[in-house]
């Protein structure tokens, strides 16, 4: 028995690698836990599985809530407010050419791949910088940073940085 729960184990690390969830981690901690068990009393198998459950959970309560803070706070990303708020106006890099719809490149946004198209009139060479200015489910619009100046009239421009509001616009009877 105790090498069923070592092989269950080794599933759940290789779930855990390709998730990075932190879920799988503290049920593969717990079924190497009821493998040890299963050394000492192969027949105790209600035991064995008491064990299992108890460690994982243990993990996933007490722990997991500081190693998710501590992991996603080292590899230095962002976490988006949510895909719409959170990504237009972030700057990424072009991997490949990005054009229309038709012919979608990729971008590299926030160390992740996505798929992009390019809202400029032609298609944006590889290694341009961009900047999101539309997110339309998991594929974002793109302008070439060089063309969002402060002021521009492209769709999607950001606004000056230290242009005052027009007269009115914040609120102030004037």
């Known amino acids: ?9 080794v599933a759940l690390l290789l779930v ?9 981690l503290f049920a593969a901690v717990g079924c190497f836990g009821a493998g040890v068990v299963a050394l000492a009393a192969p027949s105790a198998i209600g035991v064995q599985l008491v064990v299992a459950i108890a460690v994982a959970a243990a993990g996933v309560v007490a722990v997991r809530p500081a190693m998710s803070r501590t992991f996603h706070q080292h590899r230095g990303g962002r976490v988006a407010r ?6 237009v106006g972030c700057e990424a890099l072009t991997l490949d050419q990005v054009g229309s719809l038709h012919s979608r490149g990729h971008v590299r946004l926030n160390g992740e791949r996505w798929l992009a198209v ?10 341009t910088p961009v900047i999101v200015t539309a997110v339309e489910g998991t594929t974002l619009t793109v302008w070439p940073s060089e063309d969002l100046m402060p002021g521009s009239d492209l769709p999607g421009a950001l606004p000056p940085p230290d242009e005052a509001p027009p007269e009115g616009a914040d609120g102030r009877m004037g």
């Open 1 to 9: 028995m105790a090498l069923v729960w070592l092989l269950i184990g």
């Open 16 to 24: 855990e690698l390709r998730h990075l969830a932190f879920y799988a």
């Open 82 to 87: 949510g895909v719409h708020g959170g990504l």
């Open 118 to 127: 390019s809202g400029a009139a032609g298609a944006i060479a590889p290694g």
